[in-house]
């Protein structure tokens, strides 16, 4: 079903009546499901009425990546969620939920340091000059909708107690580069040049595409007798499509749906995973209101 989530319940509803749907069926329908928790409930509770849960597949690209605002609490539940069991899908699943469970409240007095949205103004993008949010064609000169939005999520458990998770995302950047950058710990004791304490540590870097692949930046002694201990920081690359000689990465859409054939549901989002994500993002929303 890709069409507006409201429709949902009715092509459910109406593919039931005509006899389409039995228990082999398999349905998929696109994210996202609702603008809030209460939508999103409504949705599910329709979907309910016809299909059982695991004949539903709640669809979101991303995680069809080989490689690995709701894509990025996707990610961040599969970069911060323990090892699962096993592979079966509601373990892998499970595990993400506790993720969202275990996301620090943002509350009213933390928004100034941990939240920061804003729209777009006139600017100019390779040479051409091109409008604000407010200023595009159609646009409602009073809108107060976000067009970039950075947080910073805390997670109160013992694997991800004091790691901050940075997110970001927005429209009209500099470029699209979907990515998951992950920094290394400073060592606890520096023993190189101290003028070089402030070189960022290690890094590993996951690109989503549009060059889907791996890169780890390691800091290392620069090479040569005139350089003593001084470090640079230098590249470790994998790039998927050169490495595995493949002519071309399947697209996201190609592998969900060839999981849905197949029955897999381990890359699709459980209902309660739906609803942990929109209660932890319904109180930023919430907090937005009440400051405004």
């Excluded at 039931?16 to 603008?35: D, L, M, Q």
């Excluded at 329709?46 to 990546?65: C, M, N, P, T, W």
């Excluded at 889907?212 to 920081?233: F, N, P, S, W």
């Excluded at 890359?267 to 405004?292: C, H, K, M, P, T």
């Amino acid at each position: 079903m890709a069409t507006p989530p409201g429709l949902y319940g009715e092509i459910a509803r109406n593919l039931k009546a005509v006899g389409c749907c039995s228990r082999a069926t398999r349905v998929v329908v696109e994210k996202p499901i609702g603008h809030d928790l209460a939508s999103s409930q409504v949705i599910n509770n329709e979907l309910a009425e016809v299909f059982s849960e695991d004949q539903l597949f709640r669809i979101d690209h991303y995680l069809g990546k080989e490689t690995i605002q709701n894509h990025l609490l996707q990610l961040l539940c599969l970069i911060a969620m323990d090892p699962p069991a096993d592979l079966s899908p509601d373990s892998i699943r499970d595990e993400k939920v506790e993720v969202l469970k275990a996301l620090k409240r943002i509350t009213p007095d933390m928004m100034e340091h941990y939240v920061v949205r804003g729209q777009y103004s006139a600017g100019t993008s390779n040479g051409e000059v091109i409008p604000g949010y407010l200023e595009e064609e159609g646009a409602n000169k009073g809108s107060e909708t976000e067009t970039f939005v950075a947080l910073k999520a805390e997670i109160d458990n013992w694997r991800g107690a004091g790691v901050p998770f940075y997110i970001r995302t927005g429209k009209r950047l500099p470029e699209k580069l979907p990515q998951i950058i992950i920094h290394f710990k400073r060592a606890p004791h520096y023993i190189f040049d101290p003028d070089q304490k402030h070189i960022a540590n290690n890094k590993l870097i996951i690109r989503l595409q549009p060059d889907e692949g791996m890169a780890l930046k390691i800091l290392t002694k620069g090479r040569g007798l005139d350089k003593g201990m001084r470090l640079r920081q230098g590249p470790l690359e994998l790039s998927f499509s050169e490495a595995f000689e493949i002519g071309r990465i399947p697209d996201a859409y190609e592998r969900l749906l060839w999981e849905v054939m197949k029955g897999h549901q381990y890359l699709f989002v459980r209902r309660d995973e739906v609803e942990s994500a929109w209660r932890w993002v319904d109180q930023i929303i919430g907090n937005w209101q009440e400051l405004v």
